[in-house]
């Protein structure tokens, strides 16, 4: 057993360490499949969850008519920017500080997660009571609409379960095991909030009081199940036997930097929106809004990413194994980009007929934005999950430096930019804010920790790309007039010849192993049992 450290020592890893150790295959195998697996389950549970919220706000806005749906809407934006901040970044200081611990010291893992869920709900608590008392400043003199208090006060009793399911989820993450956080923060909490308004709006036909018990209840119940799984994955933390180590100053002085680059990052992709605003036309707004919405659906793949890579990097940094991080490191870019590259070829050579099928001809107008925002997006795939690597190895001071100084630029050039070109000024200065972020933090990551992203099993994937490319191009010249003909036969085109190129010039080792996991878990599917347990602790 290796020797404990408590919460505020320093981690096993130095500053100055090199990357240059390789691991072992044995262990690069294991980090393969337990990548690829936790990627995929959350994948899976976000693109489900974000389609089940879309047919909560589609059942609300039939049910209740757009004036009681507008007042829903309105709180739920107020929540969702304050659950935005009032975790303090704890759900990434349980993943960091917990997982030092994890199999190592009982006593330390108990104090952490305990220490986190307390700061988490007085921080919800906090932040309800200032939204309560603030609620008719808000609803009449913000949003000129007395009948908004009383749902905004509802809202408030959101803010404490929000925040603690969020860290809750997080610190079942520690387990680098994802279907717990997926079956509660990602999955759960909208399935029974829509079993909710169904039943209490056909049931007891209340109106806009049963979306608002059903948004309550729903965070509620997800949080409950989560502190289930929280027992059941570490028996430690409700053990009476042991006396948890806790110590709130290190793990705030890491969690608030660490949420404030979070914050940043979020702004950083909606502050062009309102400084398009305040330019512009509404009608321009609304064009970039759904330019903009199209671009960030890159961030759910990416996300997905980062959520199983987050524990795994804290656990193998915690015990010097800096040569497995670098592996993770590049492994996780690579599949990024294999993932965000044909949608973006699609978007370069048929972002008109994007923009027109699914939103409209009006909205045809933001096609040279969607292109930008795409770009932008894309270089930051191409930097994989460094902003989750340099925050899980304790440099998460020199991110929020890095985050509030592109942030500030961004704005500034958003200021100059729009005025000048509209939507594509808005855009320039996303895409261009978003380079510089993710491009410096990938210098940071080499002059700490010695890693790249890079190796030869890129030149694969550019080529790859340039044949998609050159495929596309050939294709613009066919007598098709049809967005939705054109769109699908472009995205065909794009993921098509990117596959097949990739399979020309040989998967790599990890490829074929992330493919045999699928295989796996499509047959374990289709038969009723789960084949093979890639959740076994590396």
Same mark, same amino acid.
């Given at each position: 057993m290796d020797k404990p450290s408590g919460l505020g020592e320093p981690s096993a890893v130095g500053a100055n360490t090199s990357a240059a150790v390789v691991a072992a295959p044995d262990d690069a195998s294991r980090d393969v499949?337990?990548?690829?697996?936790?990627?995929?389950?959350?994948?899976?549970?976000?693109?489900?969850?974000?389609? !089940?919220?879309?047919?909560? %706000?589609?059942?609300?806005?039939?049910?209740?008519?757009?004036?009681?749906?507008?007042?829903?809407?309105?709180?739920?934006?107020?929540?969702?920017?304050?659950?935005?901040? &009032?975790?303090?970044?704890?759900?990434?200081? !349980?993943? $960091?500080?917990? &997982?030092? $611990?994890?199999?190592? %010291?009982?006593?330390?893992?108990?104090?952490?997660?305990?220490?986190?869920?307390?700061?988490?709900? @007085? &921080?919800?608590?906090?932040?309800?009571?200032?939204?309560?008392?603030?609620?008719?400043?808000?609803?009449?003199?913000?949003? $000129?609409?007395?009948?908004?208090?009383?749902?905004?006060?509802?809202?408030?009793?959101?803010?404490?379960?929000?925040?603690?399911?969020? !860290?809750?989820?997080?610190?079942?993450?520690?387990?680098?095991?994802?279907?717990? &956080?997926?079956?509660?923060? %990602?999955?759960?909490?909208?399935?029974?909030?829509?079993?909710?308004?169904?039943?209490? #709006?056909?049931?007891?036909?209340?109106?806009?009081?049963?979306?608002? @018990?059903?948004?309550? #209840?729903?965070f509620g119940l997800a949080m409950g199940l989560a502190l289930v799984y929280i027992k059941g994955l570490f028996p430690e933390v409700t053990s009476r036997d042991l006396v948890a180590k806790s110590s709130p100053g290190p793990l705030l002085a890491y969690s608030l930097p660490a949420s404030t680059v979070?914050?940043?990052? !979020?702004?950083?992709?909606?502050? %062009?929106?309102?400084?398009?605003?305040?330019?512009?036309?509404?009608?321009?707004?609304?064009?970039?809004?759904?330019?903009?919405?199209?671009?960030?659906?890159?961030?759910?793949?990416?996300?997905?990413?980062?959520?199983?890579?987050?524990?795994?990097?804290?656990?193998?940094?915690?015990?010097g194994e800096v040569g497995r991080v670098a592996e993770l490191y590049k492994v996780s870019t690579k599949w990024g980009l294999y993932w965000s590259l044909p949608p973006f070829l699609l978007i370069c050579f048929a972002s008109r007929q994007v923009m027109q099928l699914l939103y409209g001809k009006p909205y045809v107008a933001g096609w040279y934005a969607l292109m930008i925002l795409a770009f932008g997006q894309v270089v930051k795939a191409a930097t994989g999950p460094v902003g989750t690597l340099l925050v899980m190895t304790g440099k998460q001071n020199q991110m929020l430096i890095l985050s509030a100084v592109v942030f500030a630029v961004s704005v500034i050039l958003g200021v100059i930019l729009v005025p000048l070109w509209g939507m594509a000024g808005a855009a320039s200065a996303t895409a261009l804010a978003l380079m510089v972020l993710f491009v410096t933090a990938v210098y940071l990551a080499h002059r700490v920790f010695k890693m790249r992203p890079y190796d030869r099993r890129f030149l694969k994937c550019l080529a790859a790309t340039a044949g998609a490319a050159v495929v596309l191009w050939m294709l613009r010249w066919l007598p098709i007039h049809s967005p939705l003909v054109i769109v699908a036969l472009n995205l065909a085109a794009a993921a098509g010849v990117f596959a097949v190129i990739l399979l020309i010039l040989g998967l790599d080792a990890e490829d074929r192993e992330f493919i045999a996991l699928l295989r796996r878990r499509l047959a374990g599917a289709l038969s009723g049992t789960q084949a093979g347990d890639t959740n076994t602790r590396a």
């Open positions: 499949k337990r990548l690829a697996g936790g990627t995929g389950i959350a994948l899976g549970g976000k693109i489900v969850g974000r389609g !089940v919220r879309l047919f909560v %706000d589609v059942a609300l806005a039939r049910l209740l008519g757009p004036f009681t749906f507008g007042l829903y809407a309105l709180g739920w934006t107020v929540t969702r920017v304050v659950t935005l901040i &009032s975790p303090l970044g704890l759900n990434a200081g !349980v993943i $960091h500080f917990g &997982s030092r $611990h994890w199999g190592r %010291d009982p006593a330390g893992l108990k104090g952490v997660v305990l220490e986190c869920l307390k700061l988490a709900l @007085i &921080s919800g608590l906090f932040f309800a009571g200032v939204a309560w008392l603030a609620a008719p400043w808000l609803g009449v003199g913000v949003f $000129h609409n007395p009948q908004e208090v009383p749902v905004l006060r509802c809202f408030a009793l959101v803010f404490p379960l929000a925040t603690g399911l969020n !860290v809750a989820a997080a610190a079942t993450r520690v387990s680098q095991r994802m279907k717990f &956080s997926v079956a509660t923060e %990602d999955m759960g909490q909208p399935l029974i909030q829509f079993v909710l308004v169904l039943l209490l #709006f056909f049931l007891w036909k209340l109106g806009l009081p049963s979306a608002l @018990i059903a948004c309550v #209840f729903s979070g914050v940043l990052g !979020v702004l950083l992709i909606w502050v %062009d929106r309102l400084i398009v605003g305040y330019f512009r036309p509404a009608a321009d707004v609304g064009i970039y809004q759904a330019a903009s919405q199209l671009a960030v659906s890159f961030n759910v793949v990416l996300g997905a990413f980062g959520a199983i890579f987050a524990p795994m990097t804290a656990y193998h940094y915690h015990r």
